[in-house]
Structures are given as structure tokens and as C-alpha cells.
């Protein structure tokens, strides 16, 4: 019985990771569950599921979350040290990482050293410290696995396969709440959040009505397989049945089909090579009506094109980009900010980078430290 901890216990990736392990009882157990400050369902998921080690990520939150597990034996730990700790020890097997920004940045390093399988759900590590992340596990010959559909589905396509024989890799896109739509001008926060596909969290939500989570997929694909950006190609496909295909200089097409179920890509994630019976629904091909493909429209969508380049330039872009899109959403979250008007926060704040070489790690976080407040600045600006 593999032991895995849950980092991000508490968001929609680790509600469906918990739901899996579940599913799967008698192959694999929850050793440590942490999430940010949802103390209430993280209370509730440890009484559940009595994992060894709970952390909550906020230092001050240490005593209450004590007090609300009450008599329950188990150990509690907080901050980013209580990640690492959890993430370390010598009885995991998987680490399954679904917490964005720096917190997520350094257990992952550390597992990576200690050679834990790391099931990837957080895209935006790999885009601002993908190449880090990267080297570091060749070094240690660590095993990272992504618990995203697109990037599962390369996994399964590309398999066995020279990644010099790929001639492209295509990632499909919903098109978000507004394909259909003409302007996006005075967009509505519960009109964005309404995904006409999947039940994700807020921030990816908003992502993929601006077409950015694509953006930040084509930046992880190079990352993680280390493509050049011009082998990377996105289509529209409003059916998200096939979650990505790769192209071989043979002209052959391999695609990858299912059902859009997060807990699909989870599952191969924590089960890879084998594969076991899941909870996801079969596709029945005799009801399948249309498979539409057309490519995005980047006037419409700036958010992609603005990835694209990133990428293109690379030397700290893409953490810029990726921390400027985090302070814009949140602000259309929190009703600071127009719709539209994210792009252009994340445009101005590319433009306004001044990129340095070699970026080591601390550099990084200094890039996106600087990102964050140079957006924030933007945003202020805007609302006086």
C-alpha cells in the first residue's frame, strides 16, 4: 500500500485526489493532508481519513487547528517547514502537489531530493520554476507525473516514443464560458465563473475564460518535455474529448479520448504504468455527434498570445506573466478590476521586466516578488 500526502487537501484537485484514494483503499493511504486556510474541511477531511501529519500553511493558524481536531491523535504541523517535513518523510511514496505560488515551490524541491513520485497538479510551479524543478529532478532521477488532462494525455501518447520523432503536440481548449460570445467587454464575475465543462476552482476558472490556463499549459509543455514553444500548438475543441494529440514526422496522430473527469488524470497519476478500473464514465462513441477543432482567436483571447511570447523570450517571462495574471484575477475576483482589463495588467507588466541572467531560484522569487507588486501598482492606479 503506497502512503501519499495531499498538499492542497482542500481544492477541487484535493477533494478529487481524496475521493480516488478512496475509490482505491486498498492500494493506496493518506499519510498527511495540508491545506492553506480552509481549517474546517481540513478538520473534516483528517477525521475521515486519519492521516498521520495535518498542516495548515498559515503559521498563525497552528493552536486552532489543534483545537479543532480536539482529541484526535494526530500530529500538526504549519508553514512551509511543515510542508517540506511532510513531503520528506521516509514512509511516503507520492506527493501530490495542488498548492500554487512559493508555498508549493519548496516541498517540491525537497521531495525531488528525497525521490518521491510527485503527482504535479499546479501548472504555475512548472511555468515560473519549470526549469529548476525540471534539471533538479534529472539530477535525482525523481519521477514527476502531471495531474492535468492535457499534459496526462502527452504522457499516454507520447509513451514509448522518441520525443525527436514528435513533429508537434496539439492541446485542446473548451474555449471557456465565452467562445461564443463577441465582446468581452462588461463581463460579469458569475457569468465567468460559469464553466460550461469542468467544476474547477475559482482562479482556473477565470483562467480559462481568458484562455490564460491554455497559455500556462502551452509554457508547462515546454517545461515539462522540453519542446521548443513552436512545437506547441492549441486548438479549439468544444467537446473536451480528446485532451491532447501528438503529431510524429511520420504524419500518424496519436489522440488521447475519455470523459472530462479530474479524477481520470489524478488516477493515472497515482497508478502509473498500471492502469485500474477509475470512476470516470466510458465514452460511448455511438452517441458522439460532433468533434469541432478551429484555432483561437488571439484579438479575442490576448491572454494566449501573451503566454506565447513569454515563452518565446523565456529568461524570467514566464514568471512575470504568471504571477501578473494571479494579482489580475484575484482583483476580478474581488471585484477591483475590469474583466478586460487583465490582459492588459499582464502586458504591462511584461513590458515593464527587465530580465537578468543566469535566474537561479532566489532570483526567481525576486522576479515574481517584483511581478506581483509592479501589478498591483497597475491595479491601484487604475481604481483612483
Known amino acids: 500500500m503506497k502512503k501519499v500526502v495531499v498538499l492542497g487537501s482542500t481544492g477541487s484537485i484535493g477533494r478529487a485526489t481524496l475521493e480516488v484514494i478512496e475509490h482505491r483503499k486498498k492500494d493506496f493511504q493518506v499519510f498527511a493532508l495540508a491545506a492553506r486556510s480552509n481549517l474546517d474541511l481540513l478538520v473534516k477531511q483528517a477525521k475521515r481519513f486519519r492521516p498521520k501529519l495535518v498542516i495548515t500553511g498559515d503559521n498563525g493558524q497552528l493552536s486552532n487547528l489543534r483545537k479543532k481536531l480536539g482529541a484526535i491523535k494526530i500530529s500538526v504541523l504549519a508553514g512551509i517547514d511543515g510542508l517540506i517535513e511532510a513531503s520528506i518523510q521516509p514512509e511516503v511514496d507520492i506527493v501530490v502537489m495542488a498548492m500554487s505560488g512559493l508555498a508549493g515551490v519548496f516541498p517540491t524541491l525537497a521531495a525531488i531530493e528525497k525521490r518521491k513520485r510527485i503527482a504535479l497538479a499546479t501548472k504555475e510551479i512548472l511555468v515560473s520554476f519549470g526549469k529548476i524543478i525540471m534539471e533538479k529532478s534529472r539530477l535525482y532521477n525523481t519521477e514527476i507525473l502531471p495531474i492535468d488532462s492535457e499534459q496526462v494525455a502527452l504522457h499516454q501518447c507520447l509513451n514509448g516514443s522518441k520525443l525527436t520523432e514528435v513533429k508537434k503536440v496539439i492541446l485542446t481548449a473548451s474555449g471557456g464560458p465565452f467562445l461564443q460570445r463577441k465582446s468581452l467587454k462588461n463581463v460579469k464575475l458569475s457569468d465567468a465563473l460559469r464553466h460550461p465543462i469542468w467544476q474547477m476552482g475559482k482562479k482556473i476558472t477565470i483562467d480559462s475564460a481568458t484562455l490564460m490556463n491554455k497559455g500556462l499549459e502551452v509554457i508547462e509543455t515546454v517545461r515539462f518535455w522540453n519542446f521548443s514553444p513552436q512545437k ?153
Not at 473536451?240 to 488521447?256: K, N
Not at 452517441?287 to 511570447?309: E, G, I, T, V
Not at 474581488?334 to 543566469?358: C, E, G, V
Open 232 to 384: 506547441v500548438e492549441v486548438l479549439i475543441h468544444p467537446q473536451s474529448l480528446i485532451h491532447s494529440m501528438v503529431e510524429f514526422l511520420d504524419g500518424s496522430i496519436l489522440a488521447q479520448l475519455a470523459v472530462p473527469d479530474m479524477r481520470l488524470p489524478i488516477q493515472y497519476a497515482l497508478t502509473f504504468p498500471e492502469r485500474l478500473p477509475s470512476l470516470t464514465a466510458f465514452l460511448d462513441f455511438s452517441k458522439l455527434r460532433n468533434f469541432d477543432f478551429f484555432r483561437p482567436d488571439l484579438k479575442k483571447f490576448p491572454c494566449l498570445k501573451l503566454a506565447d511570447q513569454a515563452i518565446q523570450k523565456d529568461n524570467g517571462y514566464p514568471c512575470v506573466l504568471n504571477a501578473a495574471n494571479e494579482i489580475a484575477v484575484e482583483a476580478f475576483l474581488s471585484q477591483k478590476l475590469n474583466f478586460a482589463h487583465i490582459p492588459k495588467i499582464i502586458a504591462k507588466t511584461l513590458a515593464a521586466h527587465q530580465p537578468k541572467r543566469p535566474l537561479n531560484l532566489a532570483q526567481l522569487i525576486s522576479v515574481d516578488k517584483w511581478a506581483r507588486n509592479y501589478a498591483i501598482k497597475l491595479i491601484s492606479k487604475e481604481q483612483s
